[in-house]
């Protein structure tokens, strides 16, 4: 069987004498292992250089993402010296053959790791290093034209326009190329923008611009890839402008108003804010929605649209200090001015409260059962709980009163009877246990 083919490729070339295409192909042979070689020792050496180098513009580690970075650069080191040792020599067939199989096979799968790499779907780069291999590998039978002509004659004409599987297949394989360029494109942007001595809505809206960005001109690139003139969709441009403003104006609303929130600063990362029941600082600040974190651990996704039409109560807006009101009741008989000197250091001994502006207390009203006063003092983190804070007054406030004898009343009635039973006597007397006897 080896014989018979051979034979056949000796038919390809008749001019060349046997043993030549052997030593040849024995050399290619040699050299496709060295290549290998070199690559490995590369990937051994340089690929921790270049994963560290990764993880440090992407901002995380990954134990994955490193073994790709290793396998990618023993590959494309392969093609790259196999593609050198086809070019610098003419050589015969079955040199071709060895040099063209392991180009297909590196460059394969050298782009199934780079789609996987950037978290796109694992059948995605399976298909795509497929197609580069066939792409590739076609060239040992006669060239990629034959291919192509068979998936072009699949299809039908629209006005001066050929849609065929062939232009399928190119639009599909450009737009996956270009999605995963500008993905690593967008990754090394959002760590630079996020490194810089920018504030935090300033980062966010360069990020959301550089993608926005990057995006526009992949989509345009493609396009002139494709050779799709921009003036063919004027046509098309007001009908489906409505569409997309009709069918997508929330979410189109959304991304306006997001950037619209960073531009302003009205809304910042780490700001602190009220949205109707929600309640927390702002975790993220997304193109649809504002991601607001409670002290519950739960998580409110917001429209950015609502943060524009609804009121918002933002705490740390223009200072970070907040006021944080406490009510106390003490009972009439209580030494009001001495009362009034233990809830104000009940305020000293707890850390949080700012030392300016002072705590202060007022007393407020003469209620039914106590004097009413209001603790009011300031603190500058409010993102590290209200709740919390509030039991540590009071609960400060309770110990002073408790070593100092003061009185916390609760509510009491006093009952008056205005006639009893005409008949009979009724004793009042106070509950007792009932005797199991």
Not at 201 to 210: N, P
Request: one cysteine or more; charged letters at 20%.
């Amino acid at each position: 069987m080896i014989d018979n083919v051979l034979r056949y490729i000796e038919t390809l070339t008749p001019d060349t004498p046997r043993n030549v295409q052997y030593i040849e192909g024995a050399i290619a042979a040699g050299l496709v292992a060295l290549a290998l070689t070199v690559g490995w020792y590369l990937s051994k050496y340089i690929g921790p250089k270049l994963r560290h180098l990764w993880e440090a513009r992407a901002g995380y580690e990954s134990e994955l993402a490193g073994r790709r970075i290793r396998d990618m650069t023993r590959r494309f080191t392969t093609f790259l010296l196999c593609g050198t040792f086809l070019a610098i020599y003419d050589w015969n067939l079955i040199a071709q053959v060895v040099f063209a199989l392991t180009i297909a096979i590196t460059v394969g799968l050298f782009a199934n790791d780079l789609i996987r790499g950037v978290r796109m779907p694992d059948w995605l780069g399976t298909l795509i290093g497929l197609a580069l291999f066939i792409s590739i590998g076609s060239g040992l039978v006669g060239g990629i034209e034959p291919i192509s002509d068979a998936m072009d004659r699949v299809g039908f004409s629209f006005g001066d326009r050929r849609i065929s599987l062939l232009w399928i297949v190119t639009v599909a394989m450009t737009a996956v190329i270009l999605l995963a360029i500008a993905r690593v494109l967008m990754r090394l942007v959002t760590y630079v923008i996020g490194n810089s001595e920018l504030d935090a809505a300033q980062k966010v809206l360069g990020q959301k611009l550089a993608t926005v960005a990057i995006l526009a001109g992949a989509f345009v690139l493609g396009l002139d890839v494709l050779g799709i003139d921009l003036t063919a969709l004027a046509v098309f441009s007001g009908a489906f402008g409505l569409a997309i403003g009709f069918g997508m104006q929330k979410t189109i609303g959304n991304l306006i108003a997001g950037i619209i929130l960073l531009m302003d600063r009205s809304i910042k990362p780490g700001d602190v804010i009220a949205v109707g029941d929600s309640f927390g600082w702002v975790n993220k600040i997304g193109i649809r929605a504002v991601s607001v974190l409670t002290r519950e651990g739960k998580e409110h996704l917001i429209p950015n649209e609502d943060l524009m039409t609804r009121e918002v109560e933002n705490w740390s807006y223009s200072n970070p200090n907040v006021r944080i009101s406490i009510p106390v009741g003490v009972s009439y008989n209580t030494d009001m001015d001495q009362a009034i000197d233990l809830m104000k250091q009940a305020c000293v001994d707890v850390p949080r409260v700012l030392s300016h502006p002072k705590p202060v207390v007022w007393m407020l009203e003469f209620g039914d059962n106590s004097v009413n006063f209001e603790i009011r003092c300031w603190i500058k983190d409010p993102q590290s709980g209200v709740g919390n804070f509030k039991a540590a007054i009071l609960k400060r406030v309770w110990d002073l009163f408790k070593k100092h004898e003061i009185e916390i009343p609760f509510p009491q009635r006093d009952v008056h009877i205005r006639s009893l039973p005409s008949k009979g006597r009724v004793v009042l007397e106070p509950d007792t246990e009932a005797n199991p006897d």
